[in-house]
């Protein structure tokens, strides 16, 4: 693994040696602009209630002086999809292996960040085009919910890590996707629904798994958060598709299908596999017959394929998507609330 005798890739750099590049987009939404400030929501507003009674400061809150070594099992090996593989057996146990660790934990955690400050935004947005006071003072709340995990998540990978990865493309583009369509329920569908969700599974297997405490107790904070964030979404999109006409829920269904080929694709880490040198295309290979990765990414949809049910999108369509990605076992689970 010769990629670890020479420098790191210019855009996979140690967070003090990085640059700002900020990618700028044109975007369109509709503003509403309330002239009644009536409540009629009672759901909604008891939420946005909860979400003030359980804020919480990550500075104070979470124990940063916890000792945090980025080249240790952060969550067990075998969650490593080439775990067990020849390339795997090949490695120097002390010296190859602890740094792939780092170089996993850093673009699964990075991949965090970043869909944290797509969801800071694609909220914020949220906000300007919601229809009614109460969900315009809770998706407030979310963006500070969302600042706080940015916040928490650029911190530990800063400190604990050491090492950034960009976005993983899937990711960028079912990003771009939400911030960029001007129609304000593609922005809970994408964001609340989809995003969100993928985001519970993830956060949880790490939340079980992991031996580290500070990241395990990162995790059980933010989840606490992400569940009131998907039950906004199901909550503010309820009846919303009863009525719509068949060629608007076609374009619905299309985007829930493509997005969660996406979100499938989100944590298959081809770019770590180009970076630290080894044989990329066995590694792809390995990670896509790996049972434990089979098994984590149909877990990470066991949250969306009931919210999405219960929206009444899952379609003949739809199904049949998620018949493809083998996740359709989850319609009748409960779905998080």
């Not at 209630?49 to 980025?70: C, F, G, M, Q, Y």
């Not at 990765?293 to 899952?314: E, H, Q, Y």
Request: net charge negative.
């Amino acid at each position: 693994m010769a990629a670890y005798a020479r420098s790191f890739d210019p855009h996979i750099a140690p967070v003090s040696e990085r640059s700002s590049h900020p990618d700028r987009m044109p975007v369109s939404h509709e503003l509403v602009f309330l002239d009644s400030y009536r409540s009629d929501r009672d759901d909604l507003r008891s939420l946005y209630e909860k979400a003030k009674d359980l804020n919480w400061n990550a500075r104070t809150h979470l124990k940063w002086d916890t000792n945090v070594d980025p080249e240790g099992e952060l969550v067990p090996d075998t969650f490593n999809p080439i775990f067990g593989s020849d390339v795997w057996n090949r490695l120097d146990p002390k010296r190859e292996i602890p740094l792939l660790r780092r170089h996993m934990a850093s673009y699964v955690l990075s991949n965090f960040l970043h869909g944290e400050q797509g969801a800071l935004l694609a909220t914020s947005q949220i906000v300007a085009c919601s229809p009614t006071a109460e969900a315009k003072y809770y998706a407030a709340a979310q963006v500070f919910d969302e600042a706080r995990h940015v916040e928490v998540y650029e911190r530990y990978i800063n400190e604990k890590i050491g090492l950034i990865y960009p976005p993983s493309p899937p990711l960028k583009k079912l990003l771009d996707t939400i911030m960029t369509d001007s129609r304000w329920d593609f922005k809970y569908l994408g964001m609340q629904i989809l995003v969100e969700g993928v985001a519970l599974g993830a956060f949880g297997m790490i939340h079980e798994t992991t031996q580290e405490p500070l990241i395990r107790e990162i995790t059980k904070m933010v989840m606490q958060d992400e569940a009131r964030h998907v039950a906004f979404g199901v909550m503010s999109l309820r009846n919303t598709y009863d009525d719509m006409s068949a060629s608007e829920k076609k374009d619905r269904e299309e985007f829930i299908v493509e997005s969660s080929r996406l979100l499938r694709d989100r944590f298959l880490a081809q770019e770590v596999w180009q970076n630290v040198g080894l044989p990329q295309a066995e590694c792809e290979e390995l990670a896509a017959r790996s049972p434990m990765m089979a098994l984590f990414r149909k877990l990470l949809f066991s949250k969306i394929v009931p919210n999405v049910k219960r929206l009444g999108l899952l379609t003949p369509t739809v199904r049949k998507g998620f018949e493809e990605l083998e996740v359709l076992e989850y319609e009748d689970w409960e779905p998080s609330a």
